[in-house]
């Protein structure tokens, strides 16, 4: 994994967390608060469980999966974090990371030091904010998998797909899918074949297409109705 210099320059810095970190910071300042970027390949781990947990991470590109093992060396998959998600927000409050995150492709992220985090919190109602925002946002998606235990398969993958819909960052009906359906099955709980027939049934029906990894949502009515 390399690193590269600090994002103070990143085009997005207007609307991520890394650019309230370094808001109304000169250059030396950004500079020592020590954010940077990094880059993985696919398969490659960002971090994995017991790993001191020393920063946040911010998705730029790609796709991260976070997961454990299980007793029976079964992976039980925590959630998938796409562009501009937050990764690793137990390290707020935990010395060391509690699952494992594995790049599924080629993905780039921010590094954000906890400390200087941390820090920040303290400073900037923003800053705050934002962070308990995304904090409440990952509250809900774990009530979510609770659930979801009482849902059928149609109404866990529409489920799925709205959330993945209404996370996009620009408006639209398009939605990146880049986790394998046996990912997909493990964090949802299904077989990987009753996943497959769930989207040939939603395809026939004409409530989406899908087309290698893009998926378009052509009928956003009746997915809600399925949810």
Same mark, same amino acid.
């Given at each position: 994994?390399?690193?590269?210099?600090?994002?103070?320059?990143?085009?997005?810095?207007?609307?991520? *967390?890394?650019?309230?970190?370094?808001?109304?910071?000169?250059?030396?300042? /950004?500079?020592?608060?020590?954010?940077?970027?990094?880059? *993985?390949?696919?398969?490659?781990?960002?971090?994995?469980?017991?790993?001191?947990?020393?920063?946040?991470? #911010?998705?730029?590109?790609?796709?991260?999966?976070?997961?454990?093992?299980?007793?029976?060396?079964?992976?039980?998959?925590?959630?998938?974090? #796409?562009?501009?998600?937050?990764?690793?927000?137990?390290?707020?409050?935990?010395?060391?990371?509690?699952?494992? /995150?594995?790049?599924?492709?080629?993905?780039?992220?921010?590094?954000?030091?906890?400390?200087?985090?941390? /820090?920040?919190? #303290?400073?900037?109602?923003?800053?705050?904010?934002?962070?308990?925002?995304?904090?409440?946002?990952?509250?809900?998606?774990?009530?979510?998998?609770?659930?979801?235990?009482?849902?059928?398969?149609?109404?866990?993958?529409?489920?799925?797909?709205?959330?993945? #819909?209404?996370?996009?960052?620009?408006?639209?009906?398009?939605?990146?899918?880049?986790?394998?359906?046996?990912?997909l099955g493990r964090y949802l709980d299904?077989?990987?074949?009753?996943?497959?027939?769930?989207?040939?049934?939603?395809?026939?029906?004409?409530?989406?297409?899908?087309?290698?990894?893009?998926?378009?949502?052509?009928?956003?009515?009746?997915?809600? /109705? *399925?949810?």
């Amino acid at each position: 994994m390399s690193a590269t210099a600090p994002c103070t320059d990143c085009p997005r810095q207007s609307r991520c *967390l890394g650019g309230l970190l370094v808001e109304g910071m000169t250059t030396a300042q /950004a500079q020592s608060a020590g954010v940077s970027r990094s880059v *993985l390949d696919k398969g490659e781990h960002l971090y994995r469980i017991g790993d001191q947990a020393e920063h946040l991470y #911010l998705v730029r590109g790609g796709a991260l999966k976070t997961y454990v093992v299980s007793a029976d060396g079964d992976e039980e998959i925590r959630g998938f974090q #796409l562009a501009e998600d937050i990764v690793g927000l137990d390290a707020i409050c935990n010395p060391e990371f509690r699952a494992n /995150a594995r790049a599924l492709s080629r993905t780039w992220v921010c590094r954000l030091p906890i400390a200087a985090v941390r /820090a920040r919190m #303290l400073e900037t109602v923003q800053f705050r904010d934002r962070i308990l925002s995304a904090l409440g946002h990952e509250f809900d998606r774990l009530h979510g998998m609770l659930h979801r235990e009482r849902c059928s398969a149609d109404q866990r993958v529409a489920a799925f797909l709205l959330s993945q #819909l209404d996370a996009t960052v620009t408006p639209g009906s398009e939605i990146e899918l880049p986790m394998s359906r046996v990912d997909l099955g493990r964090y949802l709980d299904l077989a990987t074949e009753t996943v497959s027939r769930v989207f040939t049934r939603l395809q026939s029906r004409k409530v989406l297409r899908k087309q290698g990894t893009r998926c378009e949502v052509v009928d956003r009515d009746a997915l809600c /109705a *399925l949810a």
